[in-house]
């Protein structure tokens, strides 16, 4: 099955600082997905980006699907940007469906 | 989008007893998939519940560990059976409200076993 990587695992900033976090794929995939997960463990859900850029706020995400990976941009980082980002691919599941695989994610802390 | 909401939203939990999870979605989704994270670690999938159909469970779970129901199309639950510590873990529900559209999760329920 498909194998997501991604890096670093960990990153501590300060807050200001900008950051790129990175995501590998082992085989092509058509709608990677980014979370971040809030210290209280809720999953919220960055982007939908099968490819080309997208921003929202200060952050963005680009994926070169030719190439096989994703990056998500953090600008500007405060506080509460604080977490663990996953990035997540699909692959074919049983029964027809498409279940995501995720990769093990990358702890952000940002100091103030 | 979708609003996911679970119950419990944690619980504490002897050994070798059972815990029912139940998720709820505001809107009528097709499919609805339960994960486990366990601490530290990322999500893994335990199954996908269809409406009107058997859940199907990914290698590693059987459903005689993590039974679950899907009666109608914006609810679910995930049972937890006969419980150990190693089942202690958030439990998380997610849907995709449309075909190849975002995943959406719910809050989670953290269950620790005593």
């Known amino acids: 099955g498909i194998q997501v990587e991604q890096s670093p695992p960990d990153l501590i900033l300060q807050e200001g600082a900008n950051s790129t976090l990175r995501c590998n794929f082992s085989?092509?995939?058509?709608?990677l997905q980014w979370f971040h997960q809030n210290p209280w463990g809720q999953l919220i859900n960055l982007f939908y980006?099968?490819?080309g850029t997208k921003q929202n706020g200060r952050l963005s995400a680009t994926t070169v699907a030719t190439e096989r990976y994703s990056l998500l941009y953090i600008s500007s980082s405060q506080t509460t940007d604080s977490g663990v980002y996953f990035c997540?691919?699909?692959?074919?599941?049983?029964?027809?469906?498409?279940?995501?695989?995720f990769g093990k994610g990358t702890k952000l802390t940002v100091n103030p | 989008s979708a609003v996911i909401s679970q119950k419990p939203s944690r619980d504490i939990c002897q050994r070798g007893t059972s815990l029912t999870i139940q998720c709820q979605v505001d809107?009528?989704?097709?499919?609805m998939f339960w994960y486990r994270q366990q601490p530290g670690q990322s999500l893994t999938l335990i199954a996908t519940?269809?409406?009107?159909?058997?859940?199907?469970?990914e290698s590693g779970f059987v459903i005689d560990k993590f039974p679950i129901s899907r009666p109608n199309l914006t609810f679910s639950t995930l049972t937890v059976s006969n419980m150990s510590p190693e089942d202690s873990s958030i439990y998380l529900c997610?849907?995709?409200?449309?075909?190849?559209?975002?995943?959406?999760f719910g809050p989670g329920t953290r269950l620790t076993v005593l």
């Open positions: 997610s849907v995709e409200p449309g075909l190849r559209t975002k995943r959406f």
């Open positions: 085989d092509s995939v058509n709608n």
């Open positions: 980006i099968p490819s």
């Open positions: 997540a691919g699909p692959v074919a599941g049983k029964g027809g469906s498409e279940k995501l695989v």
């Open positions: 809107s009528q989704v097709t499919m």
């Open positions: 519940a269809n409406q009107g159909s058997e859940a199907t469970y």
